[in-house]
C-alpha cells in the first residue's frame, strides 16, 4: 500500500554545546552554535524514507523558521525525502502557533490534490520541548495519535505502534490516517552520501510566509539551570587513607 508521508521537523541549535543567553533572556544566544534537525526527529525522517522505500508513495518534509532553516530541509532531502516545505517566519511561534501554521499548511496541499496518510512528528524539540505540536495537530485533523514510540510498521493498512513503558512496551493499532511522535532510538538515521547531498539540491523546496501569531502564552524569561558542580572528598594522605579506601569500595559494594 503506498502511503504519502508528511514529516515535520525542526531546525534547532546543535546539543552538547555550551548554552548562553541573550542579554533580554528571551533566546539563546546562537551567533556560534551550529543548527541541526531536532534528534527525534530525525527518526521520524529516516522512518519516512525507510516506508516509502518498503511500500511504495512519497514523502514530504515540512518545517516553520527562518530562511536558514533551508539547510536542515536539504539535509532531510539528501537522506531520501522527495520535496520540502519552509513555513518561513521572522518571528517566534509559541506551540499552538506553530501548530496552526502546520495546519494551514496539510489544508492547502489537501486543497492542491495531496492528502497525506502519516503525519510523523518528534516526541518534543531538542530546545523548547514542549510536547504538544504533534498532538495538537491531531486533534484538529480528528486522527489517531500515538506518542513517544520505539516501533512503527505499517500492516495492512494499518499503523502498528510499540511505544516503552517501565518493565515493557505497550502495542497500539491504529487506522490510517494518522499522526504519530517518535523517539530518538526508533532507528539508526542513515549519513547523507555525496550523491544524496547532489540530488537533494535539485529536489523541490516550496516557501510559503507565516506571520507571526498572538502567543497563546508568554514567556517571561529564559534561565539556564544552575550548575552543579563537582564535590570531592579527601580520604586521608598517604597510607593512613587506606582504611577510608576500603570503606568507600565496601559501601560501593565492589568489596
Known amino acids: ?33 551550529g543548527f541541526t534537525i531536532s534528534p527525534h ?47 518561513q517566519s521572522d518571528g517566534e511561534l509559541d506551540g499552538q502557533g506553530t501548530a496552526a501554521a502546520i495546519l494551514e499548511a496539510i489544508e492547502a496541499e489537501r486543497a492542491a490534490g495531496t492528502e497525506y496518510d502519516l503525519i510523523f512528528f518528534g516526541n518534543e524539540s531538542a530546545d523548547a520541548g514542549n510536547y504538544q505540536v504533534g498532538i495538537r495537530v491531531a486533534h484538529a485533523l480528528g486522527r489517531p495519535c500515538v506518542t513517544g514510540l520505539k516501533a512503527i510498521a505499517v500492516d495492512d493498512g494499518a499503523l502498528r505502534c510499540e511505544q516503552e513503558v517501565p518493565g515493557g512496551r505497550d502495542v497500539y493499532r491504529v487506522p490510517l490516517p494518522a499522526v504519530v511522535t517518535v523517539k530518538e532510538g526508533l532507528n539508526l538515521p542513515r549519513y547523507p552520501s555525496v550523491p544524496g547531498r547532489m540530488r537533494a539540491k535539485r529536489k523541490p523546496l516550496e516557501r510559503r510566509p507565516v506571520a507571526a501569531a498572538a502567543a497563546g502564552v508568554e514567556k517571561v524569561r529564559l534561565a539556564v539551570p544552575a550548575d552543579q558542580g563537582k564535590q570531592a572528598q579527601i580520604l586521608g594522605r598517604g597510607p593512613e587513607a587506606a582504611p577510608a579506601v576500603v570503606d568507600v569500595l565496601r559501601s560501593a559494594g565492589v568489596l
Do not use: F, W
Request: proline letters at 5%.
Open 41 to 87: 526527529e530525525e527518526c521520524g525522517v529516516e522512518e519516512a524514507v525507510r516506508i516509502v522505500e518498503g511500500h511504495g508513495g512519497s514523502s514530504t518534509v515540512l518545517t516553520l523558521g527562518p530562511p536558514e532553516a533551508e539547510e536542515q530541509l536539504r539535509d532531510a532531502m539528501a537522506l531520501g525525502i522527495d520535496r520540502a516545505i519552509l513555513l
Open 1 to 33: 500500500m503506498p502511503l504519502n508521508i508528511l514529516c515535520c521537523v525542526k531546525r534547532v541549535p546543535m546539543t552538547g554545546g555550551r548554552m548562553v543567553l541573550t542579554a533580554d533572556e528571551q533566546a539563546i544566544e546562537t551567533r556560534h552554535l
